[in-house]
Structures are given as structure tokens and as C-alpha cells.
């Protein structure tokens, strides 16, 4: 589904992910883990298409189609999504009318009916339903005056939305308490399908331990520097990132 | 994402729609302006002796004064000798149904329709057509309320007892330069009078569109609301293609008696000029009411999206006690637009209450100026105001710029006064388009939310128009 080789990018003049390869099937769920630098919201914006990165060589192939090439929207019809680490404040914007315009936006890229207001509405009570999100939150501007955790939890809302194919949740777990946090993973566990893939970026274990990964990858120094089981977020858990840094010094001195 | 500017760009060129021209057989007064040229436009309009009168007195006042130049607006030198001051139709039509097709054409073209049996039911209007109302819809209608609705030339003929009374009682002949040279010439706009205690059962609106070159419109509106009456009041404006400015210098009254409400509306969409500032219509209009009577509520509406150059505070005086005034606005520079708009709220009456809602939006080299004065009399015990004054920049290159003046002579007037100025930020761009939403509807999106305080205020046919013309006016803005 998405396969990403020797993928170089700069941004602002500084290399960031230095030949990053990475393939992700459908149905997989890939956990991202590193220090902080390493590069991980650096992958997340760069597949979702976040001007400002230069790519200086390698490519992304997302199905069929060279997803370097696409703008930002087409990536959001192909089927991939991006919760953000901070979602955006967007003041006098119903959330609802915002939702559905992005919706049939995708829909009519896709040449698929756009949704009606019926629809859209029966459409968004199931999610709802799914997710225990109140539905308040719908009836509120684009996350304006949503608390850390509201926020969250209209990224993932807008995922079960969207039901995107690829879904890459950017430090969805930065400051959220367990309540929020176990609510996020029933989210995305709720979402797991035998066609659908995620990319979970974290930088703690705790949230691998309610969606559990298929593979973990550590991100250090703009590269996956190793890829394990479940067992290696634990691992890192208990060294630390140091101690991969130390497992990679003969490798280094080597070249 | 060369190209894709270049199509945004052809998009853009193509998208002022109303810029057409109809093919009409016209009949002009020269260009020029003098007493005689006042005098046959007077008696072109059968016009009675006091009002030819009234207009030489506001030249030769306006001939005293000088051109006002403390906007924050680059405005080449107009020549009042150039233009000329009457275009009318040479057909002149009986009713309705006698109106030139070519006309009846124009006004379906710019989605007024003037069959009354047509999608427009339910708002009557009053089509000014160069320097002539044209026609006015549902009259028996509105007659049967009691309403008068009509152009302000049959006003001044068919009811000039009313129009003795009112007219320039809220903007005094010698008022400020453009109301002094629009009672001088005015040649058409409409005449409102809701009587006592009636609620007018439509909207009224009116749609100017000025047609002719070289041609100047000054229109006149008057809006009477007798005590506890009730009106909502929308007004529209086009104007063709052209590369030559064309001056458009309007005054709006309105009088609101004891516990009576006027809602005046306007979307307005003047020919903005092109993307380099070459022509355009010059707006220099003064509007006011005059909340006269107690309880009484003047609510201003408008959404500024047209002219090369915006110059207009449609203002309220407080004077009845407990009376309210209102203003909310969108103004919407891009390209080499400029505006300079505001308001004005004097309180003179006790526990008189003013909100004002202005939202700036900048694009492309657009210069966007409010200028407002909320002011405060002695007299006023217990006055009240809001100011939320709002300012959103798109691009590198506008500007938004904000003036406030506040006078208060009352020790416990209570003036708040916000501002913001933001910028439609890459992440909130970036935030839409990652949901699937395409680069001009993201700006549109956003745009929206910004301006939906005054959206919510528009009648709703209107609202949706509005929210039309900005996408329309803000095409290429980003890219």
C-alpha cells in the first residue's frame, strides 16, 4: 500500500530524514517510535504533502500512484489521513458543514455521489456512535476552544469519517490523559480492517500497549535505524533510546 | 504550480460577471456640471420649482468646498467636468410591462428579475438603470399595506409633502462634499414610507446598475418608518467592464419615528477595477439614519466586494432615548482595491446602545482601512457601546489598517472597543487541504468562518450572494 525508498528531505536547508525506507501492507498497523529530532512529524507532513520540505531524492508509492506528485487534497482523496500532533483552530467554521465539505470534496475526486445533508448527518450519528464523542463537539467551530484533549478527539472522529486507507496519527498521545488515550485507541482499533493500514508516531510505549502494532520501527537520526515486534517498544521502554544508539555504533564506525 | 496560477488568473479575469454591457438606446445630458446643466436636469425630471431650488443651493455650496483628503486612499484627481450627470433609457415605460425587453434582459442576467410572478417573490423591487428607476415591483401589493415604495422622482412629484419633510433632514445639503455634489444632481433611487404600526409584509430592495460611459450615478434613497413600524431594506449594485473609473456618489437617509425598526442591507459589487487598478467604480457614499423617535433601531448591514475605491461610514444618530444602531460590515479589498469604511455612532439619547462588527479582509495589494467614531454626548446617561473590529490579511502585500475615535462627554459611558488583525495561516490552509479540500475552497472556507457574524445578520437570499461574491472576489488570492 504505501512504500517509501531511500526518502532524503530537507527542511530549511537541513537534511532531516536521510534515506528512509519504510513498507507498510494493508492491514498493518506500523508504530513509529524515536527521539525527539529524529524525523517523525517530518514523515507524517511530508506524506501528507506540508509544503516547506524539500525532497532531494527516493520515492513514495501510495497504491498505484507516485505520491510525491499529488497536492495535499488528492493524497486526502487517495485515502490517506493525517491526525495532526496540533490540530488547527478554524474560528466561525462549523465543524459539521467543515466535515462535510471535505467528505464530498474527497467523494466527487473520487467520482463517487457527494452526500446530502441526510446522509452526511445519519452518516456522522453512526461515528459518533462508535466513537462516545458528544456530539457538542459537532455543533462547535473547527477545534476553536477545544481543550488538548477535544481536539484529539475530533482528529479521530474526522478519521472514522473520512475511513481513509492509510491513516498516520502524529503523537495522537501527546498530552492526553488515560481516559482520552484509551478513547483514541478504541477509535482506531474500531477502524482496523483487513484493507485499512496505520502509522502510529509516539514517543511512549503506553499507547502501543491499547493499539497494538504490527511492527515498531525506531526513527533516529533520519532513518529507520531498527524494526522489531511489539516486544521492541518494550524493549526501548526499558533502555531507553540510548541503548539503541549504542547498538548502532559498531555499524556506524564500520562505514 | 505555474500553471496553475496562470488559470487561477484567467479564472479571475473571466469572474466580475456582471460586467457586461447593454446595447440600449441612451439619451445623455452633455458632459458637465453648472447651474444650467442642474436646471435641465430638474426640468428633464418635471421636477417642482423648491426642488430645482434645493439642488442650486447644494451646488453652490459644494462649489465652496474642498475635496476631502484625510481617507487613507490614493485617489487620482476626479474631473467633474468630464462626466456627464443623466443617462436614462430613451424608451420611457408606462408600467412594468411596457419596459424594454433589452432591460427586463439585463435585470434577469444579474439574477433580478423583474416579473413579479418570478423567483424574486416575496421582495419587491425598484430597478435604477443609469440615472433612472426603471421600474418597481408588487406596488399594489405594498399599497395595500399602506407602504409607499417608488423611485424618488415620482416620490418628489407624487408625494412631496413627505418628501419636503424628510429629505435632508439626515444628511444636510452642505453635509460633506459628495452628499453637497449628489443633492446637486441626484437623479434617482427610491422613496420608502412605512405608516404607522405596519410591518412591511416584503423585503424592499433596490438594484442599481449603471450601464452608460462616462457617466456618474447619484442616487438618492429615503427611508421613513413611522412609529413601531418595521422594514427590511436590501440593496445591490453592478456596473460593466470598463477601463475608464466612474464615479458613483450616493446618500442614503433614513428616519426611524418611536419604537420603529429599519434594517438596511447592502451587497455590493461594483466593478472593482482589474487586477493592475485600471478602472473601476470610485464609491463615495454617505449613509445615515437618524434613530429619531424612543426605542427605535437602525441596523446597518453591508458587504463591500466591488469598486476600485470604497469611501463610505454608513453612521446612526442616537437621539431617541433607549434607541439602538447597529453595523455590521465585510469589506473586501484584492488586487489594487482600496477601501476606507466605518461607521459613525453618536449617542445623544439616554441609555442609547451601539454594536459595531467590522470585518477586513485583505488580498493581493487590497488596502483596507475602518475608520470609525463612536461619540458620546453629555445628555447620553447610560450609553453603550461594542466595537469588535476584525482584520484578516491574505498574501504578503495588503494592508489593514485600523482608526478609532472615541468621544465621550458622559463620565459613566460604558465604550469597549476589540481588535485583531490575522492571517490566514499555512496550517490552517494546510489543515483543509489534508482533509480533502481544495486550495480555494479552503481560503473560501475560512474566509466564511471569518465573516460569519456579519453573515448571520444578511436576509438570506443575500447571504447566500454574499458569500458567492467573496469566493468570486477572492479567486487567485492565494496560489
Same mark, same amino acid.
Given at each position: 500500500?504505501?512504500?517509501?525508498?531511500?526518502?532524503?528531505?530537507?527542511?530549511?536547508? !537541513?537534511?532531516?530524514?536521510?534515506?528512509?525506507?519504510?513498507?507498510? !501492507?494493508?492491514?498493518e498497523v506500523h508504530a513509529i517510535m524515536?527521539?525527539?529530532?529524529?524525523? !517523525?512529524?517530518? /514523515?507524517?507532513?511530508? /506524506?501528507?504533502?506540508?509544503?516547506?520540505?524539500?525532497?532531494?531524492?527516493?520515492?513514495?508509492?501510495?497504491?498505484?500512484?507516485?505520491?510525491?506528485?499529488?497536492?495535499?487534497?488528492?493524497?486526502?482523496? +487517495?485515502?490517506?489521513?493525517?491526525a495532526?500532533?496540533?490540530?488547527? +483552530? %478554524?474560528?466561525?467554521?462549523?465543524?459539521?458543514?467543515?466535515?462535510?465539505?471535505?467528505?464530498?470534496?474527497?467523494?466527487?475526486?473520487?467520482?463517487?455521489?457527494?452526500?446530502?445533508?441526510?446522509?452526511?448527518?445519519?452518516?456522522?450519528?453512526? !461515528?459518533?456512535?462508535v466513537l462516545h464523542?458528544?456530539?457538542?463537539?459537532?455543533?462547535?467551530?473547527?477545534?476553536?476552544?477545544?481543550?488538548?484533549g477535544?481536539?484529539k478527539r475530533?482528529e479521530i472522529?474526522?478519521m472514522a /469519517?473520512?475511513?481513509?486507507?492509510?491513516a %498516520?496519527l502524529d503523537e495522537t498521545d501527546s498530552g492526553l490523559d488515560i481516559d482520552a488515550l484509551k478513547m483514541v485507541a478504541e477509535g482506531v482499533n474500531h477502524m482496523r480492517?483487513?484493507?485499512?493500514?496505520f502509522i502510529v508516531i509516539t514517543h511512549y510505549q503506553r499507547l502501543l500497549d491499547y493499539i497494538v502494532p504490527d511492527q515498531v520501527?525506531?526513527?533516529?537520526?533520519?532513518? %529507520?535505524?531498527?524494526?522489531?515486534d511489539k516486544t521492541l517498544a518494550l524493549?526501548l521502554e526499558?533502555?531507553?533510546?540510548?541503548? %539503541? +544508539?549504542?547498538?548502532? /555504533?559498531?555499524?556506524?564506525?564500520?562505514? | 504550480?505555474?500553471?496553475?496560477?496562470?488559470?487561477?488568473? @484567467?479564472?479571475?479575469?473571466?469572474?466580475?460577471?456582471?460586467?457586461?454591457?447593454?446595447?440600449?438606446?441612451?439619451?445623455?445630458?452633455?458632459?458637465?456640471?453648472?447651474?444650467?446643466?442642474?436646471?435641465?436636469?430638474?426640468?428633464?425630471?418635471?421636477?417642482?420649482?423648491?426642488?430645482?431650488?434645493?439642488?442650486?443651493?447644494?451646488?453652490?455650496?459644494?462649489?465652496?468646498?474642498?475635496?476631502?483628503?484625510?481617507?487613507?486612499? $490614493?485617489?487620482?484627481?476626479?474631473?467633474?467636468?468630464?462626466?456627464?450627470?443623466?443617462?436614462?433609457?430613451?424608451?420611457?415605460?408606462?408600467?412594468? #410591462?411596457?419596459?424594454?425587453?433589452?432591460?427586463?434582459?439585463?435585470?434577469?442576467?444579474?439574477?433580478?428579475?423583474?416579473?413579479?410572478?418570478?423567483?424574486?417573490?416575496?421582495?419587491?423591487?425598484?430597478?435604477?438603470?443609469?440615472?433612472?428607476?426603471?421600474? &418597481?415591483?408588487?406596488?399594489?401589493?405594498?399599497?395595500?399595506?399602506?407602504?409607499?415604495?417608488?423611485?424618488?422622482?415620482?416620490?418628489?412629484?407624487?408625494?412631496?409633502?413627505?418628501?419636503?419633510?424628510?429629505?435632508?433632514?439626515?444628511?444636510?445639503?452642505?453635509?460633506?462634499?459628495?452628499?453637497?455634489?449628489?443633492?446637486?444632481?441626484?437623479? #434617482?433611487?427610491?422613496?420608502?414610507?412605512?405608516?404607522?404600526?405596519? $410591518?412591511?409584509?416584503?423585503?424592499?430592495? &433596490?438594484?442599481?446598475?449603471?450601464?452608460?460611459?462616462? &457617466?456618474?450615478?447619484?442616487?438618492?434613497?429615503?427611508?421613513?418608518?413611522? #412609529?413601531?413600524?418595521?422594514?427590511?431594506?436590501?440593496?445591490?449594485?453592478?456596473?460593466?467592464?470598463?477601463?475608464?473609473?466612474?464615479?458613483?456618489?450616493?446618500?442614503?437617509?433614513?428616519?426611524?419615528?418611536?419604537?420603529?425598526?429599519?434594517?438596511?442591507?447592502?451587497?455590493?459589487?461594483?466593478?472593482?477595477?482589474?487586477?493592475?487598478?485600471?478602472?473601476?467604480?470610485?464609491?463615495?457614499?454617505?449613509?445615515?439614519? #437618524?434613530?429619531?423617535?424612543?426605542?427605535?433601531?437602525?441596523?446597518? &448591514?453591508?458587504?463591500?466586494?466591488?469598486?476600485?475605491?470604497?469611501?463610505?461610514?454608513?453612521?446612526?444618530?442616537?437621539?431617541?432615548?433607549?434607541?439602538?444602531?447597529?453595523?455590521?460590515?465585510?469589506?473586501?479589498?484584492?488586487?489594487?482595491?482600496?477601501?476606507?469604511?466605518?461607521?459613525?455612532?453618536?449617542?445623544?439619547?439616554? @441609555?442609547?446602545?451601539?454594536?459595531?462588527?467590522?470585518?477586513?479582509?485583505?488580498?493581493? $495589494?487590497?488596502?483596507?482601512?475602518? $475608520?470609525?467614531?463612536?461619540?458620546?454626548?453629555?445628555?447620553?446617561?447610560?450609553?453603550?457601546?461594542?466595537?469588535?473590529?476584525?482584520?484578516?490579511?491574505?498574501?504578503?502585500?495588503?494592508?489593514?489598517?485600523?482608526?478609532?475615535?472615541?468621544?465621550?462627554?458622559?463620565?459613566?459611558?460604558?465604550?469597549?472597543?476589540?481588535?485583531?488583525?490575522?492571517?490566514?495561516?499555512?496550517?490552517?490552509?494546510?489543515?483543509?487541504?489534508?482533509?480533502?479540500?481544495?486550495?480555494?475552497?479552503?481560503?473560501?472556507?475560512?474566509?466564511?468562518?471569518?465573516?460569519?457574524?456579519?453573515?448571520?445578520?444578511?436576509?438570506?437570499?443575500?447571504?447566500?450572494?454574499?458569500?458567492?461574491?467573496?469566493?468570486?472576489?477572492?479567486?487567485?488570492?492565494?496560489?
Amino acid at each position: 500500500m504505501l512504500k517509501i525508498e531511500n526518502l532524503h528531505v530537507r527542511v530549511a536547508g !537541513k537534511e532531516i530524514l536521510k534515506g528512509l525506507n519504510l513498507t507498510v !501492507k494493508p492491514g498493518e498497523v506500523h508504530a513509529i517510535m524515536g527521539p525527539n529530532g529524529a524525523g !517523525k512529524s517530518t /514523515l507524517g507532513n511530508v /506524506l501528507a504533502g506540508r509544503e516547506g520540505y524539500e525532497i532531494t531524492a527516493g520515492t513514495v508509492d501510495f497504491g498505484d500512484k507516485d505520491l510525491l506528485q499529488l497536492e495535499p487534497e488528492e493524497r486526502a482523496a +487517495e485515502g490517506l489521513f493525517l491526525a495532526f500532533q496540533y490540530p488547527v +483552530e %478554524i474560528p466561525g467554521v462549523n465543524n459539521t458543514y467543515f466535515l462535510k465539505a471535505a467528505l464530498n470534496a474527497q467523494r466527487k475526486y473520487r467520482g463517487e455521489s457527494e452526500l446530502d445533508s441526510m446522509q452526511f448527518l445519519k452518516l456522522v450519528r453512526e !461515528k459518533l456512535r462508535v466513537l462516545h464523542i458528544s456530539d457538542e463537539l459537532l455543533h462547535r467551530a473547527v477545534n476553536a476552544g477545544f481543550s488538548g484533549g477535544e481536539k484529539k478527539r475530533n482528529e479521530i472522529f474526522q478519521m472514522a /469519517l473520512l475511513e481513509p486507507r492509510l491513516a %498516520i496519527l502524529d503523537e495522537t498521545d501527546s498530552g492526553l490523559d488515560i481516559d482520552a488515550l484509551k478513547m483514541v485507541a478504541e477509535g482506531v482499533n474500531h477502524m482496523r480492517s483487513a484493507d485499512r493500514a496505520f502509522i502510529v508516531i509516539t514517543h511512549y510505549q503506553r499507547l502501543l500497549d491499547y493499539i497494538v502494532p504490527d511492527q515498531v520501527h525506531v526513527l533516529a537520526e533520519g532513518r %529507520i535505524v531498527e524494526s522489531g515486534d511489539k516486544t521492541l517498544a518494550l524493549k526501548l521502554e526499558e533502555h531507553g533510546y540510548a541503548w %539503541i +544508539e549504542q547498538r548502532r /555504533l559498531p555499524e556506524h564506525s564500520a562505514v | 504550480m505555474a500553471t496553475e496560477r496562470n488559470d487561477i488568473e @484567467n479564472a479571475l479575469n473571466r469572474r466580475y460577471e456582471a460586467g457586461f454591457v447593454t446595447d440600449i438606446e441612451t439619451e445623455y445630458l452633455p458632459p458637465g456640471l453648472s447651474e444650467d446643466v442642474i436646471r435641465q436636469l430638474s426640468a428633464k425630471k418635471n421636477e417642482p420649482q423648491w426642488m430645482t431650488d434645493w439642488r442650486l443651493k447644494a451646488y453652490r455650496h459644494w462649489l465652496t468646498m474642498p475635496v476631502p483628503e484625510w481617507a487613507k486612499l $490614493r485617489i487620482g484627481p476626479i474631473d467633474f467636468q468630464a462626466i456627464s450627470y443623466y443617462a436614462a433609457p430613451k424608451a420611457r415605460p408606462k408600467s412594468l #410591462d411596457d419596459v424594454d425587453p433589452k432591460l427586463l434582459e439585463t435585470y434577469d442576467k444579474l439574477g433580478v428579475p423583474l416579473h413579479e410572478r418570478a423567483k424574486l417573490a416575496g421582495v419587491a423591487v425598484d430597478a435604477v438603470f443609469d440615472s433612472v428607476s426603471v421600474g &418597481t415591483t408588487f406596488r399594489k401589493e405594498l399599497a395595500e399595506a399602506g407602504v409607499i415604495f417608488c423611485s424618488m422622482s415620482e416620490a418628489i412629484r407624487e408625494h412631496a409633502e413627505l418628501v419636503q419633510q424628510y429629505l435632508g433632514s439626515v444628511v444636510p445639503v452642505g453635509d460633506n462634499y459628495f452628499a453637497a455634489l449628489n443633492s446637486a444632481v441626484f437623479s #434617482d433611487g427610491s422613496f420608502v414610507f412605512i405608516p404607522k404600526g405596519v $410591518r412591511c409584509p416584503m423585503e424592499l430592495s &433596490t438594484y442599481f446598475r449603471i450601464n452608460a460611459m462616462n &457617466t456618474g450615478q447619484f442616487e438618492r434613497t429615503l427611508i421613513v418608518a413611522e #412609529d413601531a413600524s418595521y422594514v427590511s431594506y436590501l440593496e445591490g449594485c453592478t456596473a460593466p467592464q470598463r477601463d475608464e473609473n466612474q464615479l458613483h456618489a450616493a446618500v442614503v437617509e433614513l428616519v426611524a419615528l418611536a419604537d420603529a425598526q429599519i434594517k438596511y442591507s447592502t451587497v455590493q459589487n461594483w466593478y472593482p477595477g482589474d487586477e493592475n487598478g485600471v478602472g473601476g467604480i470610485y464609491n463615495f457614499v454617505t449613509k445615515r439614519g #437618524d434613530c429619531r423617535g424612543a426605542r427605535s433601531k437602525i441596523s446597518w &448591514t453591508q458587504v463591500e466586494t466591488g469598486s476600485a475605491i470604497t469611501w463610505k461610514y454608513p453612521s446612526c444618530v442616537l437621539r431617541g432615548d433607549d434607541s439602538t444602531g447597529e453595523f455590521y460590515s465585510v469589506a473586501l479589498t484584492h488586487h489594487a482595491q482600496q477601501a476606507d469604511t466605518g461607521t459613525k455612532m453618536i449617542h445623544i439619547g439616554r @441609555n442609547t446602545k451601539s454594536k459595531i462588527i467590522s470585518k477586513g479582509i485583505s488580498a493581493g $495589494r487590497g488596502q483596507n482601512s475602518y $475608520r470609525g467614531l463612536v461619540k458620546v454626548e453629555k445628555s447620553a446617561e447610560g450609553a453603550r457601546n461594542y466595537t469588535q473590529c476584525d482584520s484578516l490579511l491574505i498574501g504578503k502585500k495588503c494592508g489593514a489598517h485600523t482608526f478609532p475615535y472615541i468621544e465621550v462627554k458622559h463620565p459613566r459611558a460604558i465604550v469597549e472597543h476589540e481588535a485583531t488583525t490575522s492571517k490566514i495561516s499555512d496550517d490552517q490552509l494546510f489543515y483543509c487541504r489534508s482533509r480533502g479540500l481544495g486550495e480555494e475552497d479552503a481560503v473560501s472556507m475560512i474566509v466564511d468562518g471569518f465573516c460569519k457574524q456579519v453573515f448571520k445578520e444578511l436576509p438570506m437570499e443575500f447571504a447566500v450572494e454574499a458569500k458567492k461574491l467573496l469566493e468570486v472576489s477572492l479567486e487567485g488570492a492565494v496560489g
